[in-house]
């Protein structure tokens, strides 16, 4: 049984339709990534996911348990976080403090800490005490992945990571992830960036218009596959 | 000395508007709802407090510590099912449903307890003065402004230094983004009011035992309330304590002019901080 398993997921903002039945797997101590351009529903789903937007109950399992119509909090206490799409540090928070508040709804035992984060991200130790929000944006980036991981999830949601940072300062943020993974963590990444997608990702996930139109592992699919499923041309 | 001594007693005074304030500063801090009942919520604290002294016989510092926990709940379960349902991007249903509140609340008091004015009775302590250099200071006040001391240590403590605090302020900044870290702002805000509520059955118990009270008192004491805020600046609870005393100060001394200004020179005080700091004296909060 897969960890993680969406079954013709749908959602709507209103009567606008986002999701139009979605099915997408995450195995235990799996990466996937999901692409796509502007509006394919990526963030959509991540939202669905974490219960920030609800859907049908059977719509997501998480271990087999029917969880689409838990609200986020709730998602978040059964061990699955979210780094949210631009950051979303808490600006009245200090760094530490912004790195404590993730394990507000689910203080569980398990790798991560204060301290094994500030090893993970040896800048953040320094800047502790400053507002979460006058770091730069990649600091900023490596305080939200931080504050996901202290509540030692199971599964850690990643929206947009190098939205708006330099490539030097994504590659030093994508840089930590092989010890989130080694850590037990089961990774899902949304990334606009296809070549970063495809070297951290066990499996790709291509969306376009709500709906997924390619999946594989990155070396059985080819550019111009992806090309075609990114953007509903052929190249 | 009698100027001297009269701005003491100003800024004693000071303490409880700061205690009036305290709450509401809090309130507003963290979910951003005006609550216009608030004055109103503090006589019904002093009744509260008044029925627990002269039905049981206990002494107003005993019966405060009964009157916080239950005035706790009586904000918990506002908060809950009555403010929670008026939050949301439009500012105006929690000033509407406050105000309705605060009318329920001074007729409710009305129909219970006529109009008559009351006191509670603190014994001795009422007159007590212990004499401090050239200046005669009374018990009461000094409890009043150290209570407002203590009260304000204790919400920073809290606010800055605990796992609910930062709750608080997350909630307050993002309540999405709380709600991934697994904060129930609902819960957050209902316990926020809560500890506001206790906080008015302290205020409550000065309020009481200081001067007679009836129930149509409620919104002045909102206003002076306000202006402690305001004054202090959005945001800063040691802001809110030099704006009571500001207040406190201008109030007292208008008053030894002429006790017909007393009211008023408090008011003017209040306009002339904003023409001077129009963000008040600590301005914390950006928006």
Redesign the interface.
Known sequence: MALLETHGLTAFYRDFQALFGVDLTLEAGETIAIVGANGAGKSTLMRSISGVLRNGADQILFDGRPIGALDAPDVMSLGIAMVPEGRRLFPSLSVEENLLIGRYGRAMKGPWSLETIYRLFPVLKERCHTPGTALSGGQQQMVAIGRALMSNPRILLCDELSLGLAPIIIKDIYAAFPAIRASGASIVIVEQDIGQAMKVADRLYCMMEGRVTLSGRPAELSREAIHAAYFGVHA | MSWADTILQGVLLGGLYALFAAGLSLVFGIMRLVNLAHGDLIVLAAYLILVLVSGLGLHPFLAVLIAMPLMFGVGWLLQSYVLNRTLGPDILPPLLVTFGLSVVLQNGLLQAYSADSRRIPAGSLETASVAIGPFNVGVMPMLTFASAVAVILILNRVLYGT?LG??F??T???A?????????PNRTFAVATGIAMAIVAIAAVFLGTRANFDPTIGPARLIYAFEAVIMGGLGSLWGTLAGGVVLGVAQTVGGAINPEWQILAGHIAFVLVLLARPRGFFPRA?D
């Open positions: 796992e930062r709750a302020r997350a307050s900044d993002d999405t983004t709380a709600g991934l870290m697994g904060i129930r950006v």
